[in-house]
Nanobody, 118 residues
Protein backbone atom coordinates (compact mmCIF):
# COMPACT_ATOMS: atom_id res chain seq x y z
CA UNK A 1 0.00 0.00 0.00
CA UNK A 2 1.06 3.59 -0.65
CA UNK A 3 0.28 6.63 1.48
CA UNK A 4 0.52 10.28 0.45
CA UNK A 5 0.74 13.19 2.87
CA UNK A 6 0.26 16.73 1.60
CA UNK A 7 1.07 19.98 3.33
CA UNK A 8 1.49 23.67 2.58
CA UNK A 9 -1.95 24.89 1.64
CA UNK A 10 -3.49 28.03 3.08
CA UNK A 11 -4.80 31.50 2.47
CA UNK A 12 -2.78 34.00 0.45
CA UNK A 13 -3.44 37.29 -1.27
CA UNK A 14 -3.41 37.54 -5.04
CA UNK A 15 0.16 37.91 -6.27
CA UNK A 16 1.52 35.93 -3.35
CA UNK A 17 3.24 32.56 -3.17
CA UNK A 18 2.72 29.16 -1.58
CA UNK A 19 4.68 25.94 -1.67
CA UNK A 20 2.95 22.57 -1.48
CA UNK A 21 4.66 19.34 -0.46
CA UNK A 22 3.66 15.72 -0.89
CA UNK A 23 5.54 12.88 0.78
CA UNK A 24 5.03 9.30 -0.33
CA UNK A 25 5.49 6.31 1.96
CA UNK A 26 4.84 2.60 1.84
CA UNK A 27 5.38 0.24 -1.09
CA UNK A 28 6.94 2.77 -3.48
CA UNK A 29 7.63 1.68 -7.04
CA UNK A 30 10.51 3.31 -8.87
CA UNK A 31 8.96 3.85 -12.32
CA UNK A 32 6.35 6.45 -11.50
CA UNK A 33 4.84 9.80 -12.21
CA UNK A 34 3.75 12.25 -9.53
CA UNK A 35 1.33 15.05 -10.11
CA UNK A 36 -0.67 17.86 -8.59
CA UNK A 37 -4.34 18.10 -9.48
CA UNK A 38 -6.86 20.67 -8.34
CA UNK A 39 -10.60 20.87 -8.06
CA UNK A 40 -12.52 24.10 -7.63
CA UNK A 41 -16.14 24.13 -6.45
CA UNK A 42 -18.47 23.04 -9.24
CA UNK A 43 -15.61 22.09 -11.55
CA UNK A 44 -13.92 18.88 -12.58
CA UNK A 45 -10.59 17.87 -11.18
CA UNK A 46 -7.78 18.96 -13.50
CA UNK A 47 -4.09 18.26 -13.82
CA UNK A 48 -1.94 21.20 -12.75
CA UNK A 49 1.53 19.73 -13.21
CA UNK A 50 3.28 16.38 -13.27
CA UNK A 51 6.80 15.04 -13.01
CA UNK A 52 8.12 11.58 -13.82
CA UNK A 53 10.67 9.62 -11.83
CA UNK A 54 13.12 10.62 -14.58
CA UNK A 55 12.40 14.31 -14.10
CA UNK A 56 10.24 15.10 -17.13
CA UNK A 57 7.65 17.76 -16.36
CA UNK A 58 4.32 18.83 -17.76
CA UNK A 59 2.21 21.89 -16.90
CA UNK A 60 -1.33 23.02 -17.49
CA UNK A 61 -1.25 26.11 -19.70
CA UNK A 62 -2.64 28.57 -17.16
CA UNK A 63 0.13 27.87 -14.64
CA UNK A 64 3.11 27.87 -17.00
CA UNK A 65 5.68 30.42 -15.89
CA UNK A 66 4.07 30.76 -12.45
CA UNK A 67 4.22 27.26 -10.94
CA UNK A 68 7.23 24.96 -10.68
CA UNK A 69 7.01 21.27 -9.91
CA UNK A 70 10.00 19.40 -8.50
CA UNK A 71 10.82 16.26 -6.57
CA UNK A 72 13.44 14.92 -4.22
CA UNK A 73 13.60 11.18 -4.84
CA UNK A 74 15.81 10.60 -1.80
CA UNK A 75 13.04 12.03 0.38
CA UNK A 76 10.17 10.60 -1.70
CA UNK A 77 8.75 14.10 -1.76
CA UNK A 78 7.26 16.25 -4.49
CA UNK A 79 6.84 20.02 -4.37
CA UNK A 80 4.78 22.64 -6.13
CA UNK A 81 6.09 26.19 -5.88
CA UNK A 82 3.24 28.52 -6.75
CA UNK A 83 4.06 32.15 -7.50
CA UNK A 84 1.96 35.07 -8.74
CA UNK A 85 -1.14 33.34 -7.45
CA UNK A 86 -4.49 34.38 -8.89
CA UNK A 87 -8.01 34.17 -7.51
CA UNK A 88 -8.78 31.48 -10.07
CA UNK A 89 -6.07 29.25 -8.57
CA UNK A 90 -8.33 28.76 -5.55
CA UNK A 91 -9.10 25.05 -5.23
CA UNK A 92 -8.39 21.90 -3.31
CA UNK A 93 -5.04 20.59 -4.50
CA UNK A 94 -4.49 16.84 -4.58
CA UNK A 95 -1.26 14.90 -4.81
CA UNK A 96 -1.19 11.86 -7.08
CA UNK A 97 1.34 9.03 -7.35
CA UNK A 98 1.05 6.33 -9.98
CA UNK A 99 2.97 3.72 -11.87
CA UNK A 100 3.96 4.83 -15.37
CA UNK A 101 2.75 1.58 -16.98
CA UNK A 102 0.33 -0.10 -14.56
CA UNK A 103 -2.83 1.99 -14.40
CA UNK A 104 -4.25 0.23 -11.36
CA UNK A 105 -1.35 1.45 -9.22
CA UNK A 106 -2.78 4.94 -8.72
CA UNK A 107 -2.92 6.71 -5.36
CA UNK A 108 -4.25 10.04 -4.07
CA UNK A 109 -3.65 12.30 -1.13
CA UNK A 110 -6.46 13.73 0.95
CA UNK A 111 -6.16 17.21 -0.57
CA UNK A 112 -5.08 20.58 0.76
CA UNK A 113 -7.03 23.81 0.38
CA UNK A 114 -5.46 26.76 -1.41
CA UNK A 115 -7.43 29.99 -1.18
CA UNK A 116 -6.33 33.12 -3.02
CA UNK A 117 -8.05 36.33 -1.99
CA UNK A 118 -8.53 39.01 -4.60
Amino acid sequence: QVQLQESGGGLVQAGGSLKLSCTVSGNIFRINVMGWYRQAPGKQRELVASITSGGSTNYENSVKGRFTISRDNAKNTMYLQMNSLKFEDTAVYYCNFKHLMVSSLDYWGQGTQVTVSS
